[in-house]
């Protein structure tokens, strides 16, 4: 690699680093360690590819999500993850708050599946239509629909706040019924 490219990469990796390891933890469901190892798989095949690539945050984030599909197709299940210190119980009073619910949402999204939670993050995260989801994670685009649809339904089921009466109403899709099913 030419030293104009070498410092450019590092330009971008200084500046854009922080962004990608959010989208890399959202994607690997919270697992900092996974999300490192996410991102830095991706930075080493960008910077091997560097002068070539015209758009280069587009091409590191598509590294991502196909290593991360890669990831979740090999079907590898962890019984457990173990964390330092146990989270604190809430209390009813802090129940509507922000903050509360963030947290919810995010062990919600804990207890997805892989695939959903990666359909979840490229819809609503990445806001990427879904014919660009199915491309990237090798499936229909009706797969991507009807995930979504359960995706969501799951979630307000884990989260009451995020249902129709709570305080996320504005930030919901429009609803989507899938053929054959009433509702």
């Known amino acids: ?3 104009s490219s070498h410092d450019e990469f590092r330009e971008f990796v200084a500046a854009r680093s922080t962004a ?3 989208l890399a933890v959202l994607l690997t469901g919270g697992d900092q360690h996974a999300a490192e190892d996410l991102l830095q798989i991706a ?3 960008a910077y091997g590819r560097w002068a070539h690539i015209d ?3 587009a ?3 598509q590294v991502m999500y196909r290593q991360q599909v890669s990831r979740w197709r090999l079907r590898r299940h962890r019984a457990e993850t173990t964390v330092p210190v146990l989270p ?3 209390t009813d009073s802090d129940a509507g708050t922000g903050a509360e619910l963030r947290i919810a949402l995010w062990a919600a999204l804990g207890r997805l599946t892989k695939r959903q939670r990666a359909v979840v993050v490229l819809r609503y995260f990445e806001d990427l239509p879904e014919g660009e989801v199915a491309a990237l994670l ?3 685009v009706g797969t ?3 995930t979504t649809y359960r995706t969501l339904a799951k979630l307000r089921a884990l989260v009451p706040e995020l249902g129709p009466e709570g305080v996320a109403e504005e930030a919901q899709p429009l609803s989507y019924t899938p053929k054959g099913v009433r509702g």
């Open 43 to 45: 930075l080493m095949k």
């Open 55 to 57: 758009q280069h945050e």
């Open 88 to 90: 604190e119980p809430g």
């Open 20 to 22: 990608l390891l959010r």
């Open 1 to 3: 690699m030419k030293a």
């Open 144 to 146: 991507v629909r009807s």
């Open 138 to 140: 090798g499936c229909p």
């Open 59 to 61: 091409y590191i984030r």
